[in-house]
């Protein structure tokens, strides 16, 4: 899709060329042409909040203000074109919650390109940072509005409009997209967007990026319209002290600071558009492990309120990490074959250097059967680690089905003995198998039972074929972490991120005094994670009543030594912690809904995703469509108030269009025993497409087994709602036809026909 995408873009800037823009046209121009080192697909992608014009017809591309000759242009884009359009203004606001950014861009955008009598469906597209996730899009339009919405499962059901896959999904996992259909040409577009993102941490450092880099050819070429950007950083990190700003991408002033929050400003009249990523970091100075507790009352779905305990690593580099022993369970069955399993090589190489001489490791590769590295553990010795590289680097993807229990049984039986050290696994797996739950069952009761230093689980998913669920619900049994990549170009970063975690615990077996026994506080995460030098440790949960006034923190460090401290406890303020947290809660509610085929789990998902506008597996996002209507003021009482007597409102009845599924879904059992590889499927079939088939399978299933039926699918991909509608009607007839003549046959079978 994403290549797909870069070819529009690159017809469409092609296509732009058309339009006269008098003496600036040339200037124009050549902003249009990459440089010849970067004529890729990445340099055609977003890296700022855009939107485009979708363009299948030539014809229609003109300068809506300053029409010109235009060559008669043969033939239509199929896919359309996609020109970039320019942009008027833009505001850029970041409100940073401890380890949380919340982003929100509004702009406008002109159709400077499709003449004023024509008009074209417009495409946004929204990149967002590290682990980003998309809040909601409101587009205000002179006519129209346009706002996104998610629902119920069960309320969606009974809407009728059903948009294409093409008008609202991820590009990539990082880039969402959606349509905006026929807007006129030279019209301003005001848009407004929001997602959350997380920020990056190393060595008491928090790191924000946040997408901001504009090409040149979206700044507009008239050069005395005035071009205002604004960027406004707001920081409030109530549970850590001395705070120290370190850096920043653009010119930002200080206007606030107050406790643990400031506020940067920055806002100038520019001659063209920020051609860089806005980045921001700051510190948080201390050297030891340090913590508080937050509180938050709230007035929701759940009638309980919220805290939140954040336990920091602090910035002391040379604090004493555990002697470790190793195990990595890795999945070569034939769909990782390529960049996946070479990827995932050259993760566990960087991995197994970083090993101290004391440590000890192991290698368990497996597809439907487990091949070892060796029989028992090694110490990570220079010699035993070249080894392993070795032999990594010369194993083979191998055919046949996914068999996950084995290998990892295996793995803990190497780890059953440990003592003086932690044991931990990590798993790197991009297929799923029948036996998930049985799995997290058995691995829950063996933990339980082998006691303090039980293994860590760290899991790692590679692509939409897995159950990224499942995953992070065996990391939550083993007090570790899961991470994924959906795109094959972050694959080993990603890793790299997940080994360097796991191996740099400082502090395991976390508890937290006052949890215990009581009923009153629920604890979203079953076991507590053990706390990295590379992350700040979140836990979250609900309490009724009146939260304990003391609570104490224990847990063992790196020397075995026993490690104690109190907490201190206090309001949030100006955090709001359900906004900070939904993200994650979602995706833990979500695992322990799969985990526990409970439906209160999945009632509760559902209603904390429509509160928070976080998309889950239980909601669908919709796009509400209102219309503009010109009103009187004496009909709103107002009629003595001088000036216009006219008012535009928003009429009673907006329409609701039903997006395709955006969530990643529990995992892929055909194509995981298919062997298909990440990246390479099919895409999901749209509700249009999965009706005509259902409608017209029994009548036309002789033939479907004769023909292309992802061919038919593909073609009904690209109708509108209202011919998939009457060609499922016609169709639906004609199978009554069939069952009748059939019924006629078996009654009568001496009749003639």
């Not at 026929?182 to 928090?206: E, H, M, P, V």
């Amino acid at each position: 899709m994403a290549e797909d995408f870069a070819k529009a873009v690159e017809d469409g800037l092609k296509l732009a060329k058309r339009v006269y823009l008098g003496k600036d046209s040339r200037t124009v121009a050549r902003r249009m042409a990459p440089p010849l080192m970067e004529r890729s697909t990445n340099w055609y992608l977003p890296s700022a909040p855009m939107v485009y014009a979708v363009i299948s017809d030539p014809r229609m591309v003109d300068n809506p203000d300053m029409p010109s000759y235009q060559p008669y242009v043969h033939g239509m884009y199929d896919p359309p074109a996609l020109i970039p359009l320019q942009m008027m203004g833009v505001n850029l606001n970041v409100d940073c919650y401890v380890d949380t950014a919340i982003i929100g861009v509004s702009g406008t955008w002109r159709i400077h390109c499709v003449m004023g009598s024509r008009s074209c469906d417009c495409l946004i597209a929204v990149p967002m940072g590290n682990q980003g996730s998309i809040l909601g899009v409101e587009v205000d339009l002179p006519t129209k509005s346009y706002v996104t919405q998610l629902i119920g499962e069960q309320e969606s059901k009974g809407i009728g409009k059903i948009a294409r896959p093409e008008d609202g999904g991820f590009l990539k996992p990082h880039i969402f997209t959606l349509t905006i259909p026929q807007i006129d040409g030279g019209t301003n577009i005001s848009i407004k967007l929001r997602w959350s993102q997380k920020l990056s941490y190393n060595a008491g450092r928090f790191s924000l990026t946040v997408p901001f880099c504009f090409p040149e050819y979206v700044t507009p070429a008239i050069k005395k319209i005035s071009k205002k950007e604004k960027i406004e950083l707001n920081v409030n990190s109530s549970v850590a002290n001395g705070i120290l700003c370190k850096a920043a991408s653009h010119p930002l002033k200080e206007i606030r600071r107050h406790e643990g929050k400031f506020s940067f400003l920055y806002e100038a009249e520019i001659f063209k558009w920020s051609n860089t990523d806005f980045r921001f970091s700051y510190s948080v100075s201390s050297g030891n492990i340090f913590g508080g507790i937050l509180l938050q009352s709230l007035y929701d779905y759940d009638q309980r309120d919220m805290f939140c305990i954040y336990l920091f690593p602090g910035s002391e580099k040379n604090r004493k990490v555990f002697k470790k022993e190793v195990v990595f369970v890795v999945d070569i069955s034939e769909s990782m074959q390529g960049r996946p399993l070479e990827s995932t090589k050259s993760a566990i190489s960087a991995a197994l250097s970083k090993l101290s001489p004391e440590d000890s490791f192991n290698i368990i590769a497996f597809s439907n059967e487990a091949f070892q590295f060796s029989t028992s553990m090694e110490l990570a010795s220079k010699d035993a680690i070249e080894r392993a590289s070795a032999w990594i680097s010369t194993k083979y993807t191998v055919g046949g089905s996914t068999n996950l229990f084995i290998p990892l049984r295996k793995a803990a039986d190497m780890l059953s003995n440990t003592c003086d050290s932690i044991p931990m696994i990590f798993l790197v797996t991009d297929g799923s198998v029948k036996d998930e739950r049985n799995i997290c069952h058995w691995m829950q009761k063996r933990l339980t039972n082998q006691g303090v230093l039980s293994p860590s689980i760290h899991t790692f998913g590679i692509g939409s074929f897995c159950n990224h669920y499942f995953l992070r619900m065996l990391a939550m049994i083993g007090r570790g972490e899961y991470d994924a990549a959906f795109d094959l170009d972050s694959i080993e970063v990603q890793m790299n991120k997940l080994f360097s975690k796991g191996l740099s615990t400082v502090l395991t077996n976390i508890t937290i005094d006052a949890f215990d026994d009581r009923e009153e506080i629920e604890v979203y995460s079953s076991r507590i994670p053990d706390l990295s030098l590379e992350s700040p440790l979140t836990i979250y949960g609900r309490y009724q009543g009146s939260f304990p006034d003391n609570l104490k923190v224990t847990g063992i460090l790196g020397d075995l030594s026993s490690f104690t401290m109190d907490l201190k406890i206090q309001r949030a303020k100006d955090i709001p912690l359900d906004s900070v947290l939904a993200r994650r809660q979602i995706d833990l509610l979500t695992a322990q809904a799969w985990f526990s085929e409970n439906k209160r789990f999945e009632e509760e998902v559902a209603k904390l995703s429509i509160q928070t506008c976080n998309i889950s597996e239980y909601t669908r996002m919709t796009l509400l469509e209102k219309n503009k209507m010109l009103k009187t003021l004496k009909h709103f009482g107002a009629w003595k108030k001088k000036g216009d007597p006219h008012i535009v409102v928003e009429s009673e009845l907006p329409e609701m269009i039903l997006l395709q599924r955006l969530s990643v879904g529990f995992g892929d059992l055909i194509a995981t025993a298919e062997n298909i590889r990440p990246g390479s499927q099919e895409p999901e079939l749209p509700e249009v497409a999965k009706i005509f088939i259902k409608t017209t399978s029994n009548y036309f299933g002789g033939i479907c087994n004769r023909c292309c039926c992802m061919g038919c699918s593909r073609c009904c991909s690209k109708m509108n709602n209202q011919c998939a509608t009457t060609l499922t009607q016609l169709c639906t007839a004609l199978a009554c036809i069939g069952c009748l003549h059939c019924c006629s046959q078996s009654c009568c079978p001496n009749q003639d026909d």
